[in-house]
T-cell receptor, first 113, second 118 residues
Framework: ETGVTQSPTHLIKTRGQQVTLRCSSQ?????VSWYQQALGQGPQFIFQ???????GRGNFPPRFSGLQFPNYSSELNVNALELDDSALYLC????????????FGQGTRLTVV | AQKVTQAQTEISVVEKEDVTLDCVYETRDTTYYLFWYKQPPSGELVFLIR??????QNEISGRYSWNFQKSTSSFNFTITASQVVDSAVYFCALIMVPLGGATNKLIFGTGTLLAVQP
């Protein structure tokens, strides 16, 4: 086990709703990255948080937003859900934003109906 | 632009066969890292190996081995004497060494589904 935990594991939402996904990073890690993995695809980088600030963003619209808390846990918020948002959302923690060694959680599977 | 290509979408083998998963990458950077991850049905990405761009030595870990060739921009993964428990999706990924405050994001291929039949 990596020590990175995500909640919930599964979630079903209706189009147009909002959702919050949570990630607890491995002890001592101050950086959390979020990835979206659509069915049959590789994970795509959403954004990264380092010491409570966004430190880089992938090609995702502003309705994808996040937070990192003083204990370095993190949230991913998605507003105005669309059917295409259905995916596995993975978070990864690392020690430092330049550290290439990242540890992944088990993911949250979001289904938008 | 950086890109990782895994041309094999699905591979099916019979237990005890050897199998090689291909990975080709593109980057203009001279310093980067390559990874292989395993994703079982549970969804978690399990780290298998990290290799930096200056280390072209092949690596063996038990039944797993990796062949890194910069000349062909390839980082192939071989499982010897495959087992049913090896069945999973395998991802190859690339990360550039960030400069200053740049973000170290992983760039993944589309994955190869390996099915090992008993």
């Amino acid at each position: 086990e990596t020590g990175v935990t995500q909640s919930p594991t599964h979630l079903i939402k209706t189009r147009g709703q909002q959702v919050t996904l949570r990630c607890s990073s491995q002890s001592g890690h101050n950086t959390v990255s979020w990835y979206q993995q659509a069915l049959g695809q590789g994970p795509q980088f959403i954004f990264q948080y380092y010491r409570e600030e966004e430190n880089g963003r992938g090609n995702f619209p502003p309705r994808f937003s996040g937070l990192q808390f003083p204990n370095y846990s993190s949230e991913l918020n998605v507003n105005a859900l669309e059917l295409d948002d259905s995916a596995l959302y993975l978070c990864a923690s690392s020690l430092g934003h330049t550290n290439t060694e990242a540890f992944f959680g088990q993911g949250t599977r979001l289904t938008v109906v | 632009a950086q890109k990782v290509t895994q041309a094999q979408t699905e591979i099916s083998v019979v237990e005890k066969e050897d199998v090689t998963l291909d990975c080709v990458y593109e980057t203009r950077d001279t310093t980067y890292y390559l990874f292989w991850y395993k994703q079982p049905p549970s969804g978690e990405l399990v780290f298998l190996i990290r290799r930096n761009s200056f280390d072209e030595q092949n690596e063996i870990s038990g039944r797993y081995s990796w062949n890194f060739q910069k000349s062909t921009s390839s980082f192939n993964f071989t499982i010897t004497a495959s087992q049913v428990v090896d069945s999973a999706v395998y991802f190859c990924a690339l990360i550039m060494v960030p400069l200053g405050g740049a973000t170290n994001k992983l760039i993944f291929g589309t994955g190869t589904l390996l099915a090992v039949q008993p």
